[in-house]
């Protein structure tokens, strides 16, 4: 699978779909549902736990087993007070970026299905412009056109109510994805097409592969925490996505330099088995996949450190997917990018025998 194209119009057409349902933190199991509807023809069957996170399991009779993993939910907001005048002040669930709020449509999710809202935000006639308040969490509010908290409650939104952004998918330039919640369904897209691609180019792997897509990751790798103890894996292969370190006001000294279209992002941290990490490096440079390289001091900050912490240890690595504006409404990716971490994450699995326990001391 060298140089060939890795994403088909079809695959195209399963990543739109599961990007524009909206997943938030604690609500994951309609997006579970759409990823594990287009992965049933290639697994043999589905591990579901009592919070959502979905496993699509080859070969689940195998001793050893091998993950490889990405995180499902997506950053969002909670209702957290109504005024009287009827106003919805939020709080975060995830890392939901103040900054970008205003001037946003949103949808609140509620029994009776979604209801539109604004977060609105004073006109610059109004705002004293020698002194200019920035968005934060205790100015911003959401407008859902009622007149008062009883005209909030009788369309159905509470106190507890989850928030999405409705942005969907859009191409720029042919091969730029924008879309809110790439962090992290790409991870969950590029996991779903490497088990495609075993599965059409009739791979028989020597190990089980458990195809995880956790929940709850943006509040704390708490999906992963669970899911990692029920698999008891030897081996995880994590995705997730990094930052895009080349658009203005990000310091390189800081955050180190990586950008999408150069290739998948490997990572040098604590939590990543050297051994391990080497293997990924040598099939890049074997099958000239680029990379880029990344160091994290303590924690990865991805479901990364769940699984390799758990179990008393498992061997852990994170290939990353470079990203710019994480957490807005526009996350943008190479295509490149994506299909090379598939393809470095496919090639990786074919590089790793059944019993293997990447000790250093052997
Ligand atoms: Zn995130």
């Not at 498992?314 to 190479?334: C, G, W």
Request: aromatic share 10%; charged share 25%.
């Amino acid at each position: 699978m060298a140089a060939s194209k890795i994403i088909t119009t079809k695959s195209l057409k399963f990543f739109e779909k599961y990007l524009n349902n909206a997943s938030p933190t604690g609500y994951e199991w309609e997006g579970q549902k759409i990823w594990m509807d287009y992965l049933k023809p290639y697994v043999d069957e589905f591990i579901t736990d009592t919070y959502g996170t979905a496993v699509a399991v080859i070969n689940p009779e195998a001793k050893y087993k091998v993950v490889i993993e990405g995180h499902s939910d997506e950053i969002s907001w909670y209702v957290n007070y109504i005024t009287d005048n009827g106003l919805l002040y939020v709080i975060r669930n995830g890392g939901s970026d103040h900054q970008i709020a205003p001037s946003k449509w949103v949808n609140i999710h509620t029994k009776k299905g979604i209801v539109k809202g604004v977060f609105g935000w004073p006109a610059i006639h109004t705002r004293n412009r020698s002194k200019e308040e920035p968005p934060k969490l205790d100015n911003i509010c959401i407008d859902i056109g009622a007149k008062d908290k009883e005209e909030v409650e009788k369309m159905g939104v509470h106190v507890g109510c989850v928030i999405t952004y409705p942005d969907e998918f859009q191409v720029l330039n042919d091969n730029k994805f924008v879309c809110r919640a790439i962090d992290n369904r790409a991870g969950g897209f590029m996991i779903a097409e490497v088990a495609r691609l075993l599965h059409e180019n009739n791979v028989k792997l020597p190990f089980g592969l458990y195809i995880t897509n956790s929940v709850q990751e943006e509040i704390g790798l708490r999906g992963a925490e669970m899911i990692t103890q029920t698999i008891k894996p030897d081996v995880a292969i994590v995705t997730d996505v990094c930052h895009d370190t080349t658009t203005p006001m990000i310091d390189k000294k800081k955050e180190g330099e990586t950008a999408i279209g150069s290739g998948p992002v490997i990572s040098y941290a604590p939590a990543v088995q050297n051994k391990l990490r080497e293997r990924i490096i040598e099939t890049a440079e074997a099958k000239k996949i680029p990379f880029q390289r990344l160091a994290s001091s303590r924690y990865t900050g991805t479901d990364t450190d769940a699984f390799a912490y758990s179990n008393g240890g498992v061997a852990s690595a994170l290939i990353s997917l470079p990203l710019r504006y994480m957490h807005t409404t526009v996350e943008m990716v190479h295509k490149d990018d994506v299909e090379n971490v598939i393809r470095l994450i496919y090639e990786t699995l074919l590089n790793i025998e059944s019993g293997e326990t990447f000790s250093y001391f052997d």
